[in-house]
């Protein structure tokens, strides 16, 4: 049973340039949720996918977009990239089952951006 | 607005001790979930054990046990018989159980080491 997989694992960058993250959910999971994740701090969410659409957004400007597949894959873009945009890139997946107790975010290993 | 303290930057725990890992949180929402993942070095989190506001036990998984104090808002992370294995980071995360809240918010974190 694969996990919640992302690409690439490291990525340079310079300052303006735009970078394109990628993630695959778990199987069987309909939900991907992107976090920003500093060094030395805990994740900051940036948004949430389900059903293609984007469904809540955390406090993070317009330069962060993103898209969710049919597949349910997803991908995290970020333009004019600026030097505190270097982090921890992690993806969540998530089952939606109405049971909220029961939806917990499963997580890949991350994408470590640099912006030089 | 939702926050998480955790105030223990770094703790120590020799192998086979249990060891508490504090965690503190402020919200105004009355239904609620609290998580606590590890993350090694490898960076992916991983899913230690829930709390739901509403629960009246405290939870339980394996090493794992969650302290829950309503009153006093904390849910500190109890590891009993520590493992080398155990050494990495601990995040406390919050979920606001609202319907359209779907975002975690995290502590900064403690680092566990644990010593042979």
């Known amino acids: 049973d694969a996990g919640v997989t992302q690409s690439p694992t490291h990525l340079i960058k310079t300052r303006g340039q735009q970078v394109t993250l990628r993630c695959s959910p778990k199987s069987g999971h309909d939900t991907v949720s992107w976090y920003q994740q500093a060094l030395g701090q805990g994740p900051q969410f940036i948004f949430q996918y389900y059903e293609e659409e984007e469904r809540q957004r955390g406090n993070f400007p317009d330069r962060f977009s993103g898209h969710q597949f049919p597949n349910y894959s997803s991908e995290l873009n970020v333009n004019a990239l600026l030097l505190g945009d270097s982090a921890l890139y992690l993806c969540a997946s998530s089952l939606q089952t109405g049971i909220t107790t029961n939806e917990k975010l499963f997580f890949g290993s991350g994408t470590q951006l640099s912006v030089l | 607005a939702q926050k998480i303290t955790q105030t223990q930057p770094g703790m120590f725990v020799q192998e086979k001790e249990a060891v508490t890992l504090d965690c503190t949180y402020d919200?105004?929402?009355?239904?609620?979930?609290l998580f606590w993942y590890k993350q090694p070095s490898s960076g992916e989190m991983i899913f230690l054990i829930y709390q739901g506001s509403y629960d009246q036990q405290n939870a339980t998984e394996g090493r794992y046990s969650l302290n829950f104090q309503k009153a006093r808002k904390s849910a500190n992370l109890v590891i009993s018989a520590s493992q080398l294995g155990d050494s990495a980071m601990y995040f406390c995360?919050?979920?606001?159980?609202?319907?359209?809240?779907?975002?975690?918010?995290f502590g900064t974190g403690t680092r566990l080491k644990v010593l042979a």
């Open positions: 919200t105004s929402d009355p239904s609620y979930g």
């Open positions: 995360a919050m979920r606001d159980l609202q319907a359209g809240t779907y975002k975690y918010i």
